[in-house]
């Protein structure tokens, strides 16, 4: 079945310990997105690349960076975890960005920074 | 700015019929979607509405006033899988999608 596929599903981290996170995706769709999301609230844009146009959401912080070296990967690095960086992870892809194609998402990783 | 409205919270009985709604202030709009996510899951596609009117999908419906800016979603024979929260967000003319914080929907026996 052609799906998004996040690793790890929970990663622990200590406070300012860089951290990465990935995303696949056998859809072959042309855009991937990066959101943060938190208890009870909106999942927040992150990133998203639509094939390799990188375009950062202005109010990311600089501590956020993202990778995608190929149509099929993306990856998140949180360079220095802070406690209010804890929150789940979620990866998601589209065919296009534009008009009414949904998102699909992968499970998220669940990220927990002591 | 932007902003989406839903109510934070219903509650419902199992075999009944609960309508969500969904208010927003975009700059443009390019379409409407209703996303359901269960605690600790991915969202999950549900609907899409770019012209006014209902959308029916087998026990979830949507509905779309571009006018007045409303959508919502009605959901029938309520089953307790349907415990959930349900996310509304909006295409605007960038096509960035605007997300509301969802609504948790709680069903009872």
């Known amino acids: 079945d052609a799906m998004v596929i996040q690793n790890p599903r929970y990663q622990v981290t200590q406070f300012g310990k860089p951290v990465t996170l990935s995303c696949s995706q056998t859809?072959?769709?042309?855009?991937m997105y990066w959101y943060q999301q938190k208890s009870s609230q909106a999942p927040k844009l992150l990133f998203h690349?639509?094939?390799?146009?990188?375009?950062n959401e202005a109010d990311t912080p600089d501590n956020f960076q993202s990778r995608r070296p190929n149509t099929s990967f993306c990856f998140l690095d949180i360079r220095s975890p802070g406690l209010g960086d804890a929150a789940m992870y979620l990866c998601?892809?589209?065919?296009?960005?534009?008009?009414?194609?949904?998102?699909?998402f992968g499970p998220g990783t669940r990220l927990t920074v002591t | 700015g932007q902003n989406i409205d839903q109510p934070t919270e219903m509650t419902a009985t199992e075999g009944a019929i609960v309508q969500i709604n969904c208010t927003y202030q975009?700059?443009?709009?390019?379409?409407l979607f209703w996303y359901q996510q269960h605690a600790g899951e991915a969202p999950t596609f549900l609907s899409y509405?770019?012209l006014d009117g209902l959308e029916e999908k087998g026990r979830f419906s949507s509905f779309l006033s571009r006018s007045k800016g409303y959508s919502y979603l009605l959901l029938k024979e309520l089953q307790m899988k349907d415990s959930a929260s349900y996310l509304c967000?909006?295409?605007?003319?960038?096509?960035?999608?605007?997300w509301g914080a969802g609504t948790k929907l709680i069903i009872k026996p």
């Open positions: 859809l072959n769709h042309n855009v």
């Open positions: 998601a892809t589209s065919r296009d960005p534009t008009g009414g194609y949904e998102q699909y």
């Open positions: 690349y639509y094939d390799k146009d990188f375009n």
């Open positions: 975009t700059s443009g709009f390019n379409g």
């Open positions: 967000a909006v295409v605007d003319s960038n096509y960035q999608l605007i």
């Open positions: 509405n770019v």
